[in-house]
C-alpha cells in the first residue's frame, strides 16, 4: 500500500529530524484520524545504552513517535503547517503493555477525542506491533505558528 507521506513528506510538516523524527510512513489520515508506522532498528543510537544485550525501545520514544503521528493529524486541520509546531501540554493513562525490540514494526493509531478547540487537540493513542497493543496514552497538544527563530 502507498504511503499517504513518506519520510520526506513527513518532514516537510514536522520539525524534527534526525535522531528525533520518529515516523517514518503515514498509512491513513482523515479529519480525525491518523495511522503512523516506525520501523524500529538496531542502528538507532539509542540501543547501544539501552540496553546492552537486551535491546528495548523505551517507552518514552514510544510516547513521542505516538505524539509525532498525532501531530501530523492536528497540522492537517491547518492550511499552512509548515508554519506551525505542535507542543505538547499533557500525557494521560500511558500504559505500556508489551516491550518493543530492534526488528519490531510499530503502527500507532491516533483519534481526536474532541474537536480541536482554540488551538488545543485532545487525542488517543495506541501502538501496536503485530496484533499485540504494546502502548497507549491520551495526549493533549496546541497548534502554535512558528516564531523567526524555530523557522531557520
Known sequence: MKPVYDTVQIMEILPHRYPMLMIDKILELTKN??????????????FMGHFPGAPLFPGVLQIEAMAQTGGILVLNTVPDPQNYITLFLKIENARFKDKVVPGDTLIF????????RRGIAQMKGVGMVGERVVVEAELMAQIVRKTKTEEA
Open 109 to 116: 493509531h491516533c483519534n481526536l477525542i474532541a474537536p480541536i
Open 33 to 46: 484520524h491518523v495511522v503512523g508506522l516506525k520501523n524500529v532498528t538496531m542502528n538507532e543510537g539509542i
